[in-house]
């Protein structure tokens, strides 16, 4: 076993000189011993399990599996490709030990939602070449087992303990029997290498079959080896993980964040709320909606005050509000004036002295009770999966959280850039990681341009996937023959060498007039209203732009009892204009009437308006309301709660296409 090394910052503990994910284990055990690992409180019963026993678990899933597989998984074939086993589960401890089993005992895994569709399943269990299969539990099996007789699945491991289909011709095992297995089976080490492919995770498949992005131990470990520039965790830190723990972003943290002796605590967003508050987490990773979902019960909170303390929370807000912006300039941190002269630094400093403390008095009677909601431990978030919009930068930096968001890909392992907490530039995805190199080319000659201007952002480092599984044309087309990652983006870079995402190249709107619009920063600024959930911009080929929008209810209501009348909903499935009250309401104001198509005008125009670099062509020329929302059941967002735009667009085709006649 290597002896750890203890050279970084905050007696960090120094992975570099390991070659493979599953050497992290036998150190973290001997460092962290008796530190809980992994805990899932809504389990039954409950689980706990400390660092020891992780490792414990893991050389026995190993061993069994190695025992199931048999002599051709003794050693790591040449071509760096091992045999592949397929890991389609959830969030939960035994994902963890089977992923690091399965890469322990010399195979890659291949992980996939249990809740992701039949077809794309099985198209990822052929596609990938599995030869053995991990899932959940008996259900999952279940609505795979007539599509794996074609497939080359020698046997099944239930991570559950259920008792396996005493009918089934297929070989299955629990995984009490496959822990059985290990321990009358020694482990035989496989010694991978940095090069050694380590798992296949595929490509979510909006347009077209999903692709596999071949990431190496070399793509993780560059990755678990630099993220002390970000986050610089102490042992027995708690962090709170929330997002599916197969998606590259969750698990690459988590590999860290594990790796330095943190307590992971699992959740969901129907407990996160109340888990917040129990285990009070040190660090937090999560994606813009779960932000956006705190931000929105905050201001819920606010919504229900007196008309009074409404007034005064917002005022103090405003003043708060004033106080970032001119701390922003002093610390050069204003992505509006990155180079402030003398004179404007001057003003900045006295003004955010002379506002100081009426903000520190705002904290103590307001910004302190959002913190304590949170828990009152957070240090450090950071958000990735998307833009953070800019009210939603501004509201956690006035109530004192710290979110450092990054940006990457599931190709890119997924860091490429992210702020750090001594640059923490709002509206940016932050600097490199370290020996990542980002550029910004033309999008039709590929040409580098200069600091400032927008194009294709490429990338190029240590972590830039192998290519795409059995997919040599797709590889060479987004991997040049410098190594060059083209990512789909567009950006800029400053001068200090900050990236600034302004939208992603498919999603560009073109206008008849020939206009381009980059529709994320737009919903973003709309997002700031408070009737506003979800939005998504259309209009491709159109003399303007439209908006989709699915209204926040709630505030809504709130509204409605502000011009003493209620709001009448249509039933279930209809829209505003196919219903002009239902039961169970009063009648009053309904979704299409004039006095709510007006407030919602008003609040597109305004905040479009005051998005920074507004144009004429940004305006919103058309919108429709409409009731169910965006949502992963629903198929229209990713798991990381990303919108699926072509998804969206061929749902309400009929509605888009009126809204342009």
């Known amino acids: 076993m290597l002896a750890p090394n203890h050279n970084l910052k905050n007696n960090l503990i120094d992975y570099s000189s390991i070659q493979s994910l599953p050497e992290i284990w036998s150190i973290a055990a001997k460092e962290f011993g008796n530190i809980v690992a992994l805990k899932d409180p809504h ?57 690091q089993g399965i890469m322990t005992a010399g195979a890659a895994n291949v992980v996939r939602s249990s809740q992701a569709e039949k077809e794309e399943l099985l198209y990822i269990l052929s596609h990938s070449g599995s030869t053995a299969l991990v899932v959940q539990d008996i259900k999952t099996l279940k609505k795979l087992r007539d599509g794996l007789n074609d497939l080359p699945i020698q046997f099944i491991i239930l991570i559950s303990d259920e008792p396996p289909p005493a009918t089934e011709t297929l070989k299955v095992i629990n995984y009490s029997q496959l822990r059985e297995l290990g321990v009358n089976n020694s482990l035989k080490p ?73 307590s992971q605590v699992y959740t969901n967003i129907r407990h996160v709320k109340a888990d917040l508050k129990t285990y009070k ?16 019960g905050v201001q819920k909170q606010f919504r229900e005050q007196p008309p009074n303390k409404q007034k005064l929370v917002n005022n103090l807000l405003g003043i708060s509000q004033h106080y970032i912006e001119a701390k922003r300039i002093t610390q050069g941190l204003s992505i509006n004036q990155l180079n402030p002269s003398t004179l404007e630094k001057i003003s900045a400093t006295i003004q955010s002295a002379l506002l100081f403390p009426l903000h520190k008095i705002a904290d103590k009677i307001v910004y302190q009770k959002v913190r304590e909601a949170t828990g009152g431990k957070l240090k450090t978030i950071v ?35 992210i702020r750090r907490s001594n640059r923490n530039l709002r509206r940016s995805a ?67 060498n900050d990236l600034i995402l302004t939208g992603r190249a498919k999603d ?18 709309c997002l700031r209203s408070p009737y506003i959930d979800q939005i998504m911009l259309v209009g491709q080929d159109e003399r303007c732009i439209g908006a989709l929008i699915v209204p926040n209810l709630d505030a809504l209501k709130q509204w409605a009892i502000s011009q003493n009348d209620t709001l009448a909903l249509p039933e279930a499935g209809e829209t505003g204009a196919e219903s002009q009250d239902s039961e169970g309401f009063r009648r009053g104001i309904s ?71």
């Open 281 to 296: 987490p040190i660090h937090m990773v999560g994606v813009p909606r779960l932000w956006e979902s705190i931000y929105e």
């Open 508 to 525: 560009t709107i073109v206008l008849t007039n020939g206009e381009n619009i980059e529709p994320q920063p737009i919903e973003d600024a």
């Open 591 to 661: 979704l299409d009437s004039k006095e709510v198509y007006n407030l919602f005008r008003q609040e597109v125009n305004r905040e479009v308006k005051n998005r920074a670099g507004y144009r004429p062509d940004d305006n919103i020329g058309t919108f429709r309301l409409i009731l169910e929302p965006f949502s992963i059941e629903n198929g229209m967002m990713t798991q990381t709660m990303k919108i699926r735009r072509p998804v969206v667009t061929e749902h309400y085709r009929d509605i888009i296409n009126e809204m342009f006649a």
């Open 383 to 417: 958000s990735g999966g998307g833009s953070l919009a800019m009210h939603l930068e501004n509201f956690f930096e006035i109530v004192g959280l710290q979110i450092l968001v990054g940006y990457g890909l599931t190709e890119t392992s997924p860091v490429t850039n």
């Open 430 to 496: 932050g600097q490199p990681m370290p020996e990542t190199e980002v550029q910004i080319v033309d999008l039709e000659t590929r040409q580098p341009l200069p600091t400032g201007e927008r194009g294709l952002v490429i990338v190029r480092g240590p972590q830039i996937m192998q290519g795409y599984y059995q997919n040599p044309e797709a590889t060479a087309k987004a991997i040049d023959s410098e190594g060059w990652f083209d990512t789909g983006d567009l950006g800029w870079l400053t001068p200090q």
């Open 190 to 262: 496989i010694a991978s290498q940095k090069e050694t492919l380590a798992t296949l995770m595929y490509t979510s498949g909006t347009t077209g079959k999903p692709k596999g992005v071949m990431l190496s131990h070399g793509n993780f470990l560059h990755q678990i080896t630099n993220f002390h520039v970000v986050l610089q965790p102490e042992k027995g830190d708690r962090i709170l993980s929330i997002l599916p723990t197969w998606h590259v972003y969750e698990r690459t943290v988590e590999y860290y964040l594990l790796s330095q002796g943190c």
């Open 43 to 99: 389990a039954k019963p409950e689980v706990s399990i400390t660092y020891t026993q992780l490792y414990e678990e893991i050389k026995l899933f190993a061993s069994g599996l190695q025992a199931l597989l048999g002599e051709g998984i003794s050693t790591v074939p040449s071509s760096g490709i091992p045999p592949r086993v397929a890991l389609i589960s959830d969030n939960s401890p035994r994902w963890l030990i089977a992923d």
